[in-house]
């Protein structure tokens, strides 16, 4: 998983800054991620934030409890505002060394901070490929969240739960962008448009 702490705020800034940039018009857009438009795709980042926050915090209870696909995501009235507070707080609470020991709990399911660390990783860099695939925005994903995103992603490979959480594995060249390898792992063809 991260064998080293790693500071989420570059990336939660990249998602912050991807964010802001949605307009109303597309907030019914399709995305990579079948059956969710792109304010379902934002509710699940503001969702998933939370729960990784408190995760971190070690504040178990109804935000970590409840698994992702409980229900589908979505967005209130003041998401503009909320999502990048949300955020900020989700990185500040992975910058406590406490967060990256013992046990802790996201989507139901207990595991050890380390893992929770790279599981949040992971979500950001791939939901930030979604978000800005979706919006026909640029993508670059901090290094070191992508480095650990696609050794996350590497280690799942043989899982026999995988297929659970990824869709199936897309064939991308071993020569291709590091951030196209990571899209292929996570079950997501590198060539999606809003157009595919």
């Known amino acids: 998983m991260t064998d ?12 912050a800054h991807l964010a802001a940039a949605v307009t109303d018009e597309q907030l019914a857009d399709p995305t990579p991620c079948p059956d969710l438009a ?7 980042l503001l969702g998933l934030s939370v729960a ?3 995760a971190g915090r070690k504040d178990l209870g109804a935000t970590t409890d409840t698994a992702p696909d409980a229900s589908v995501p979505d967005i209130g ?5 909320e999502l990048p507070k949300v955020l900020d707080e989700l990185a500040d609470a992975w910058r406590d060394p406490a967060a990256w020991t013992g046990m802790t709990r996201a989507g139901g399911v ?13 979500e950001l860099v ?3 490929w979604d978000l800005a695939r979706a919006t026909g925005q640029g993508y670059e994903p ?3 969240a992508l480095h650990a995103s696609y050794a996350f992603l590497q280690a799942c490979v043989g899982d026999p739960s995988r297929d659970e959480i990824f869709g199936p594995i897309v064939p991308v060249p071993d020569d291709a962008p590091l951030l196209d390898r990571a899209a292929g792992l996570s079950g997501r063809d ?7």
């Open 77 to 81: 009235p003041g998401w503009r505002e």
């Open 4 to 15: 080293t702490m790693l500071d989420l705020g570059p990336q939660t800034r990249v998602i």
């Open 190 to 196: 590198p060539g999606w448009t809003r157009t595919s």
């Open 52 to 54: 990784f926050r408190d």
């Open 110 to 122: 207990d595991l050890p901070g380390e893992v929770a660390a790279a599981v949040a990783i992971d």
């Open 142 to 144: 901090d290094p070191a």
């Open 126 to 128: 791939v939901h930030g």
């Open 38 to 44: 792109v304010r379902n795709l934002l509710g699940h």
